[in-house]
């Protein structure tokens, strides 16, 4: 299987399977002389961590990381960052059933019809297990963003939509994010959610959702024009998130019931610099950052492993109904929150490289 990794000059390979021994990840290309442990490494993996709350899979796993190359001394040397963690809770058993069997909604066909052999033990590749390696390389990819811009980088995300219920805006403060098991900015939703979840997962079933992530004090002039734009690269970075099935960037799909006017984002000076009194664009134009805050949204399909009845049909070609078994997450957009900002991590980081290797440093060019 080939496609595992992502970025270029900072560049991420994950391995490993959901019922194997461990997963990890290779970092290249991260600047020497970091000052990096595992320390920095696992609190964005907590984040992350199953079995936090009733609202996620019930798997129990730690979640620790380990650097096995690439730092010394407590800094980066600036060769290859090699991470690992260790997989101690897995229940092969509970997917013996679905050997054979296709899982409605899952990799499962289309890994047979491709390769023919697949792991079947929790999707094997495909599982969403192997999103903890992308929060850890993103840890590493924050820490590189810190030290080249300072401290002005923060990346943030939130679940906004479960289901058809959505956050009121009027009422966003991030300081919420951190004080419900939802990742929720709207304070006032989280009965809601709650609700909704208890329900859903008493009838066996799972629900879908939206998360925004938002980078703010993104220096301009990140992106390229043409085949490297900062939005494209970004949406795909986003798609490539399990059971993602649509990425926006600022307004999204909203603009095509805006006129022109709506839609620019005026200019105007202010002490010597550009101030744009909107933000439609999402802080991108022309796939090149504006210096504003850069402003992405996805949404994320229901947990395709349910307990009710599914037809469908097995390696024989037989039909069949399927159900599925095992601890699984009624909600995924929940535990993909922390993932969406390791990702808009390893983007930025990447194209920072990659501005500084052709326009020099520093990365910043002249305000206008």
Not at 32 to 42: K, M, T
Not at 43 to 51: F, V
Not at 229 to 253: Q, T
Request: glycine content about 12%; charged content about 20%; overall charge neutral.
């Amino acid at each position: 299987m080939s496609h595992n990794s992502f970025g270029h000059l900072f560049r991420v390979t994950t391995w490993g399977e959901s019922h194997g021994p461990a997963i990890g990840c290779v970092i290249d290309g991260c600047t020497p002389g970091l000052a990096l442990s595992e320390a920095d490494i696992q609190p964005w993996l907590d984040l992350r961590r199953p079995g936090q709350s009733k609202f996620t899979t019930q798997r129990r796993e730690a979640d620790e990381v380990r650097i096995l190359s690439g730092v010394f001394e407590g800094r980066t040397t600036g060769t290859p960052i090699a991470l690992e963690i260790r997989n101690t809770d897995q229940r092969s058993k509970d997917y013996a059933e679905i050997a054979t069997r296709y899982r409605p909604g899952h990799a499962d066909v289309t890994y047979d019809l491709k390769y023919g052999h697949r792991d079947y033990r929790g999707g094997g590749r495909s599982s969403a297990r192997e999103t903890a390696m992308r929060v850890a390389a993103g840890a590493v990819a924050r820490k590189l963003l810190a030290v080249l811009l300072g401290e002005s980088v923060t990346i943030r995300a939130a679940l906004v939509r479960m289901g058809d219920i959505a956050v009121d805006r009027a009422r966003w403060d991030w300081s919420e994010v951190a004080r419900n098991p939802f990742f929720c900015p709207d304070p006032g939703m989280v009965d809601a959610w709650e609700t909704l979840l208890t329900v859903i997962r008493k009838e066996g079933s799972s629900i879908g959702g939206v998360v925004e992530v938002v980078a703010e004090g993104v220096p301009p002039g990140l992106g390229a024009p043409i085949y490297a734009k900062l939005d494209s690269d970004l949406a795909a970075a986003l798609m490539g998130i399990n059971g993602v099935k649509g990425v926006e960037i600022g307004d999204g799909f909203a603009v095509a019931g805006l006129r022109g006017e709506q839609n620019a984002d005026p200019m105007r000076m202010s002490g010597g610099t550009v101030r744009f009194e909107s933000n439609h664009a999402g802080g991108i134009l022309g796939g090149i950052s504006t210096g504003q805050p850069v402003v992405a949204r996805f949404a994320i399909k229901p947990t395709s492993s349910i307990l009710v009845p599914v037809p469908s049909v097995n390696r024989e070609g037989q039909e069949i109904e399927v159900t599925t078994k095992g601890r699984h997450d009624p909600c995924i957009g929940i535990r993909a929150v922390p993932v969406a900002e390791a990702m808009m991590a390893c983007v930025l980081a990447d194209h920072l490289l990659r501005h500084h290797a052709q326009c020099g440093w520093p990365a910043l060019r002249p305000a206008l």
